[in-house]
């Protein structure tokens, strides 16, 4: 019996060794290593762009802004951005997985700020200055969409439309969001790269990784579980996007090869939205469809906000 007690009780802390090492890699997030705005990340697709990345982001990173804040649901600080426009709307953009709002955006939030419309560049829970230490990939910070939204209608006119803007885990953030009680005043939802769930895209990375993903997964879940407490599949885009009633737009580089183009068409296809679009980008890297096809981005992007407003505009006249 000590034996059979012993052997258990090994087995039980291997489990919890792993799932440990699991969550640290996967969601764990300290202040230390948050990521700088100029870092470009590996591969020869980023390389190749890499200049014009840091031409943008030094651009961007020159612009005035006033620094805001608000307290999450869960009683997080977190931390903004605010870029005046001309009123018009009010943008509130999501980065990546341990990436940064200047760095995500430094292409595709001049066409907002152009368009007229004032912008909320936010650092995600767990990265830059904003608080906490675990990353949950969407699952807790699309409910930060709503934080970010109630900081909106106090601190700016209360009739002014809200874009839910997200790039690659921000993207599947605000997909995410869809589904949840939001103001009349969201008029709609971009997402540049998104997938659609988090476990999915675990699994891929899994497989980029040479990992088997099935004996990996079960460890992931648990990590995430003891040590994050949350559970991986407490939201997926895939599902929230059924249930859209506002109009969507989503962005995806043919050639992405983080999260594949095939999982944006997957959210396309199964969104409710009766105003729904998609542009695939020939080419285009993770999150590099801008830098891919600029006039084309911008197209999408600025007839997106057209139609959206109108759309708003003619719900709010109605009786």
Not at 133 to 162: K, M, N, Q, S, Y
Not at 237 to 259: N, T
Request: hydrophobic share 45%; proline share 7%.
């Amino acid at each position: 019996m000590l034996w059979i007690a012993m052997g258990a009780a090994l087995i039980l802390l291997l489990i919890l060794a792993f799932s440990c090492a699991a969550f640290r890699i996967a969601f764990y997030n300290p202040l230390p290593h948050r990521e700088d705005i100029h870092a470009i990340p590996h591969g020869s697709q980023y390389r190749a762009v890499a200049d014009q990345i840091t031409a943008l982001v030094d651009a961007f990173d020159a612009l005035p802004f006033q620094p805001v804040s608000a307290v999450s649901h869960d009683g997080l600080l977190l931390y903004a951005r605010y870029y005046p426009g001309g009123g018009q709307a009010l943008d509130i953009a999501f980065h990546g997985y341990r990436s940064t709002g200047i760095r995500d955006f430094c292409g595709g939030a001049r066409i907002a700020l152009d368009a007229g419309h004032d912008l909320l560049l936010i650092d995600e829970r767990s990265h830059g200055q904003s608080g906490g230490t675990v990353i949950t990939f969407g699952v807790r910070e699309r409910l930060d969409c709503l934080t970010w939204i109630e900081w909106a209608r106090e601190h700016v006119p209360p009739e002014l439309p809200i874009f839910l803007d997200g790039v690659s885990m921000g993207a599947a953030t605000v997909l995410m969001a869809a589904d949840l009680p939001l103001p009349d005043q969201v008029a709609g939802i971009l997402a540049d790269c998104p997938y659609s769930s988090p476990a999915a895209i675990i699994r891929k990375v899994c497989g980029d990784l040479k990992l088997p993903a099935g004996p990996v997964m079960p460890f992931v879940r648990l990590g995430a579980r003891l040590f994050g407490r949350f559970r991986l599949d407490g939201a997926t885009a895939v599902s929230a996007v059924r249930q859209a009633k506002i109009p969507v737009l989503i962005i995806h580089g043919q050639e992405d090869r983080f999260v594949p183009h095939a999982m944006g068409q997957e959210l396309f296809d199964a969104c409710a939205s009766d105003d729904k679009a998609m542009l695939s980008v020939p080419g285009a890297g993770h999150a590099l469809s801008y830098l891919a096809e600029p006039e084309q981005y911008r197209e999408a992007v600025t007839a997106f906000y057209d139609r959206a407003l109108a759309q708003r505009k003619e719900r709010t006249v109605q009786p």
